[in-house]
């Protein structure tokens, strides 16, 4: 078995503990360069509320609401109730960090608009995304109890719909940021130095959906690790 001393997981130590320090990192990364880029004012006076509403009727989706929330990084795109919600450090500011995560939901907006082919699968894979996530480790915990292989290797399987739900949000929310970018540089929204800011928001963003899927993977390279060396036991 891969444990080694006083019942320490070397696999754990190994690939998860470091891929959750990234993780960890990248949140902080995200939360420190958005409040950096919150000094940073619009020349404009544009807000991120006003940026999403340009965004949205410039590409012919007047029929979504924007709605203020509370929390610190708490927007989204709810594609169901046909609304961004955004948090009041973006939806009232006027800086390149709430103009760039209000432009980055309404480019959200314009995927699922476009029928945006990832956003499809992910959508798909939500179901089965969400039983894999709350019956994988029971599964591979009873498997192991009663050393009973065929339903680890269910329970692997289960887990591995989890990555495979976080290799395809990647595209999604890369696509999103580019589509924001994009559309702010062309109207003309931002000055050269605000999208800076926007793309420097924007990137740290998106490293941590980076960082969740090497979690994911290495979790899941974990259980294969540890079932492998279980069965050869």
Known sequence: MPY????????????VLPALLIAMWAQFKVKSTFRAYSEQRMESGLTGAQAARRILDANGLDNIRLERVSG???????PRGGVIRL??????????????????EAGHAVQYAVG????????????????????????????????FGPLVTIGIALFSLVTVFQLVTLPVEFNASRRAEMILADSGMVTAE????????????????????????MNLLRLLLLFGRRRND
């Open 4 to 15: 080694y001393g006083y019942g320490i997981d070397i696999y754990y130590l190994l690939l």
């Open 72 to 78: 610190e990084l708490t927007d989204h795109y709810d």
């Open 87 to 104: 948090s009041a450090q973006v939806y009232d500011r006027s800086t390149a960090a709430a103009v760039g995560v209000a432009a980055h």
């Open 116 to 147: 945006y082919l990832p956003v499809k699968i992910r959508n798909a894979i939500i179901p089965v995304t969400n039983i894999g996530s709350a019956l994988s480790m029971p599964l591979i915990i009873l498997g192991l109890i009663f050393s």
């Open 194 to 217: 605000e999208q800076a800011g926007v793309h420097r928001v924007l990137s740290a963003a998106a490293f941590t959906y980076v960082a969740a899927l090497l979690v994911s993977i």
